[in-house]
């Protein structure tokens, strides 16, 4: 079974770029609104970004001006290019459909890890 893999996180500092990917099956890549996602310690997880299947894109306000979200529907992956990143940022990242599903029996994937030095 396909699963959801997330990719592209690491440590970086403030102000610099990520590019973060997330493949998964197509079933679910191409027929829904996909989401990035994330979850600092503590906190609760919270939708940074989505982009629906006509390309339409959403953003939070914290990324609203430095992420932005794609999709490439041909290889079931969707990208979130994160630049002049903030410490705040710091999270582990996950994508999912908006709102978010089981996809092969699993909510959410492991994520990828984003630290942002100051």
């Known amino acids: 079974q396909v699963q959801v893999v997330e990719s592209g996180g690491g440590l970086v500092q403030a102000g610099g770029s990520l590019r973060l990917s997330c493949t998964g099956p197509?079933?679910?890549?191409?027929?829904?609104?996909m989401g990035w996602y994330r979850q600092a310690p503590g906190k609760q997880r919270e939708l940074v970004a989505s982009?629906?299947?006509?390309?339409?894109?959403n953003y939070a306000d914290s990324a609203k001006g430095r992420f932005t979200i794609s999709r490439d529907k041909d290889k079931n992956t969707v990208y979130l290019q994160m630049n002049s990143l903030k410490p705040e940022d710091t999270a582990v990242y996950y994508c999912?459909?908006?709102?978010?599903?089981?996809?092969?029996?699993?909510?959410w994937g492991q994520g990828t890890q984003v630290t942002v030095s100051s």
């Open positions: 999912n459909a908006v709102p978010p599903i089981f996809i092969t029996n699993v909510l």
């Open positions: 197509g079933s679910i890549f191409s027929h829904n609104t």
């Open positions: 982009v629906t299947t006509g390309g339409d894109t």
